[in-house]
Nanobody, 115 residues
């Protein structure tokens, strides 16, 4: 069973940037599409961005399109989420997982955007 470890979150002011990383424990993770998901307090978990095993195509939720960029480095078993122009409504715990979800959820990484 693959284990996922998210990192890179933090507290940032509106307009700032963060780069999240998702490290997988096994190389088999590389053959799957992967997504970044987020869950804000009191809300359901939602998909933010996805990427195919090869890096293309990618998908973005309308709320982050043009601000977030998903990428992956299969040599490092790692998927990234570059987040620019952050808004307070981006505040959430961010998780990564296969698409569709097929691994146990990691602990996630907290992103807090202050206004």
């Amino acid at each position: 069973q693959v284990q996922l470890a998210e990192s890179g979150g933090g507290l940032v002011q509106a307009g700032g940037s963060l780069r999240l990383s998702c490290a997988a424990s096994t190389r088999t993770f590389n053959i799957y599409p992967v997504g970044w998901y987020r869950q804000a307090p009191g809300k359901e978990r939602e998909v933010v961005a996805t990427i195919s095993w090869s890096g293309e195509p990618t998908y973005y939720a309308d709320s982050v399109k043009g601000r977030f960029t998903i990428s992956r480095d299969n040599a490092k078993n790692t998927v990234y989420l570059q987040m620019n122009s952050l808004k307070p409504e981006d505040t959430a715990i961010y998780y990564c997982n296969r698409v569709p979800v097929g691994a146990s959820w990691g602990q996630g990484t907290q992103v807090t955007v202050s206004s």
